[in-house]
């Protein structure tokens, strides 16, 4: 893992330690990130809480610039987020007052639109199917299983990341979440980043099992390059809906190949914010991180992580 220290948030700030930490990693991996045989890279955002809680678009359009310095072209390099209202809210899509965009001549896929998933690469559940993994807030209720239509049971996964592009790089934003513990690096890799996935959250282990199982599938795994997190904003309490009374800034920037490490090491500082403003700790009996550890995704041991410090 690497970590890099942000002076400011500032597009020129992010841009050095990206490129410092990108090198950082080639150097490691023993090659560098050039286009292979498609030509196009992914990079997965998290837009869905809304402004005030997304990828910083800093933080986007760094790594952007970085692979088009080592080779990758403008329309290449596509983004990928779940809803099309939240992703121009955030900065990501054209607003319609402008009609303008920093990321103009990048594709940005909109998952909601149901375009991006193929009927061959899907995860198969029982649940019955809910509208929003967001927004949505009702249980589920008075469901039979053995009566679920076969459409219902499955939650189609978004195959540009891992079926059209050379590698993907996945951006989460941290937040609590009542039933999946940390929203991070695994869910935004998983469940926002497939259809028909509110209906895990009526249960407490369902959402939990979906994320360690879906992120436990090769191809998605194979592809995955690294996770690059900025700390410029995270937040404790009351997740994943904004509420800026509780949320952190940190300048830190880190780059990570272990997803359930990452996520790991976030729970430890939302556990420690949350025991300071006087709120329990998230509970143990959320287990996202200890099934994804099981699978082999990753290790939940916060001690195993040795940081490489990169630049100023």
Partial sequence: MWEASLAEFSDEVYAKQVEQLIGH?????????????????GLKIYTD??????????????????LERRGYTKGGIFLVGMNQQRLRFTGYLPSLVTGKSDFDGHPV?????????????????????????I?????????????TLDEDRKSFLATPLFVDAD?????????????LGVNGALVNATLWNASNTARFFRSPASAPAAVA????????????????????????????????????????LWLGTDPVLLDALMLERINRHRARTGFKPISEDIRTLEFASIL???????????????GN
């Fill in 49 to 66: 809480s809304g402004p005030g809680l997304a990828t910083p678009r800093g933080l986007t359009k760094a790594v952007i610039a970085a």
């Fill in 109 to 133: 896929y909109v998952l909601e639109s149901g375009r991006y998933f193929d009927p061959v690469w899907f995860y198969d559940s029982p649940l019955p199917s809910r509208f929003d993994p």
């Fill in 167 to 179: 590698f993907w790089i996945n951006l989460p934003v941290y937040t609590d979440h009542r039933v």
């Fill in 213 to 252: 199982e879906m992120s436990a599938i090769p191809e998605l795994r194979g592809t995955w390059v690294f996770t690059l997190a900025s700390l410029e904003r995270y937040q404790f309490v009351g997740g994943p809906w904004f509420n800026s009374l509780y949320t952190v800034s940190e300048p830190l």
């Fill in 296 to 310: 082999g995704v990753g290790s939940r041991r916060t001690t195993d992580a040795k940081f490489e410090r990169v």
């Fill in 25 to 41: 990693f080639e150097a490691s991996a023993g090659h560098r990130l050039t286009p292979g045989e498609k030509a196009r890279v």
């Fill in 135 to 147: 927004l949505a807030q009702k249980s589920v209720e008075s469901f039979d299983a053995e009566t």
